[in-house]
């Protein structure tokens, strides 16, 4: 078994409510605990970014059927690494919200990621995209 993360980001064609945010997560949550695939979901105004993480083949497969699924649009795929452990493996998929976040943090990452503080889009730069992930820890 070899055990690698995706990450990912890709566009929406509006404005992400949270209720579909919810309504992927009621799908995804089952079948990722069905496939051992773990992760995080986060949406920012019109990008959704995530992670899987899980065996290789498994999340790669996976990945082909999120591409193909009709809610966002121009995919970009930003890593496929080998990990030696999972970053989320408390969740099938966490869905992520700021609001979830302290004040505190969220300030942080606000700071540290997002230039411009109104823009509804996450940093389009990959290595931001990465750093902001890892920096993502939820308590
Ligand atoms: C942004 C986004 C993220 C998604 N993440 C997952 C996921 O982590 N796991 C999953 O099973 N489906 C996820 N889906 C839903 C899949 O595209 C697909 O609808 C779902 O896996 C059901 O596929 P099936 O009917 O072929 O089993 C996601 C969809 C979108 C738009």
Partial sequence: MSLARLTYVSDSNKLIEWSLVKEILEV????????GVSGILLSHGMNFLQRLEGEQQIIEELYQSILNDSRHTN??????????????????????EFEQLSTDHQTHILDRYFYDKRAFYIPTDDQTCLNLIDDLKLS
């Fill in 28 to 35: 995804a949550q089952p079948k990722n605990q069905r496939l």
């Fill in 75 to 96: 995919l970009r795929l930003l890593e496929v690494t080998p990990i030696s452990h999972r970053q989320f493996g408390q969740w099938s998929m966490q869905g992520f």
